[in-house]
């Protein structure tokens, strides 16, 4: 999180959609996950039926810079896929929601609260939403890594424990004339991949500021869910401290070459 980009903590949604309709539009994986490939394919080809990649033209010089410099170092620099289709981010409410909107059957309720899971003994029968009970057959809570232990905390059963995310750091960098600009650019055009974090390339839309952020990917760290607030538990585990230094010493390995320093 930085409070220059972003004056909202922590960087959650409540909204249609979810996590697709703010996020970065960027689509990655683990392709460690071979059995999950059909199901994963299958998605693609929902929210992505168009997958946006950014031209050799289209991108800004910090990152060609900084993908120059990866690719020297035997990295894989990705500019796609993005969830964009006409310039319009694709998000899963518009991939998955629209077209059953006009079903008999389906009831759409915005700005609703759902506040916990009905239980007959120890099985599901519905939900209340906004002191409304709601009777179904099949409950599905999909709420996030956030919302969907906190209802289920409410609704007498035991969640939250194990909590994992992504912690990520920066290294900033000082902007010259080859990057400012009066008129507005894309803030990223992708990533660079190694197995164990991703390398983000930002920098503001006039390139007055300019980051490589290094994100882990595979955290061992863990925190918890509670009804009371959010223990992250980052960089609790010194594994996670160690591999995010050693990203890090990479960023900086990055800048020093020539395509990024010039």
Request: proline share 5%; charged share 25%.
């Amino acid at each position: 999180w930085d409070p220059g980009e972003s004056r909202f903590w922590p960087l959650r949604a409540k909204v249609i959609g979810g996590c697709s309709t703010h996020n970065a539009c960027f689509l990655v994986w683990d392709e460690e996950l071979g059995e999950l490939e059909p199901f994963r394919d299958r998605a693609l080809a929902t929210i992505a039926p168009d997958p946006f990649f950014f031209g050799e033209k289209e991108l800004t010089p910090w990152f060609a810079g900084v993908a120059t410099a990866a690719r020297d170092h035997g990295l894989q620099a990705m500019t796609g896929p993005y969830n964009i289709r006409g310039g319009v981010r694709w998000n899963a409410a518009f991939a998955y929601l629209e077209p059953a909107r006009s079903r008999p059957n389906l009831t759409i309720r915005a700005n609703a609260h759902a506040e916990r899971v009905v239980l007959d003994g120890e099985r599901a029968v519905g939900a209340m939403v906004d002191g409304d009970r709601v009777e179904a057959d099949v409950v599905v809570l999909a709420a996030g890594a956030i919302g969907s232990p906190r209802i289920l905390l409410h609704s007498g059963i035991e969640a939250g424990s194990n909590l994992q995310d992504h912690v990520t750091a920066k290294l900033a960098f000082e902007t010259g004339d080859a990057l400012r600009t009066e008129t507005p650019v894309s803030f990223s055009n992708g990533i660079v991949k190694t197995d164990d974090f991703h390398l983000l390339p930002i920098q503001d839309r006039y390139g007055e500021r300019a980051h490589i952020t290094v994100a882990l990917l595979r955290p061992h760290s863990r925190g918890g869910v509670g009804l009371d607030g959010i223990d992250h538990g980052l960089l609790s585990d010194p594994r996670d401290r160690e591999a995010l230094e050693e990203g890090l010493e990479l960023a900086r390995e990055l800048a020093e070459h020539e395509a990024v320093r010039s």
